[in-house]
């Protein structure tokens, strides 16, 4: 199926309600990762949980790979803008735990 006839199916969005989608789909792949990075769950479960909704465990890292120091920054980053103190906090900690020159 050729990309004309995807257009066909999805519905028409603004340049604003592209953003949010877009918003939400990056704010997801955060929560994501964060689960992962805090141990509070697996990727196999993440997996398993999400395609009985019928959606893929998307994550702004690739899972099989380590996690590097910009990895953790990014989130603490992402949180902070949020005001998401606890898990900056979580996440700092694991970062300092994880690498000696932090």
């Known amino acids: 199926m050729s990309e004309e006839h995807d257009d066909e199916y999805l519905p028409e969005l603004t340049e604003s309600e592209k953003y949010e989608v877009e918003q939400e789909i990056l704010d997801k792949a955060f929560d994501n990762s964060y689960l992962i990075l805090t141990k509070k769950t697996t990727f196999e479960k993440l997996i398993e949980t999400k395609s009985k909704f019928g959606m893929r465990a998307i994550m702004i ?3 099989s790979e380590e996690p590097d ?10 949180y902070e803008y949020q005001e998401k103190y606890e898990r900056c906090a979580e996440l700092l900690s694991i970062k ?3 690498f000696e020159n932090v």
């Open 61 to 63: 890292y690739d899972p």
């Open 69 to 78: 120091e910009e990895l953790f920054d990014d989130m603490i980053d992402h």
């Open 96 to 98: 300092q735990k994880t």
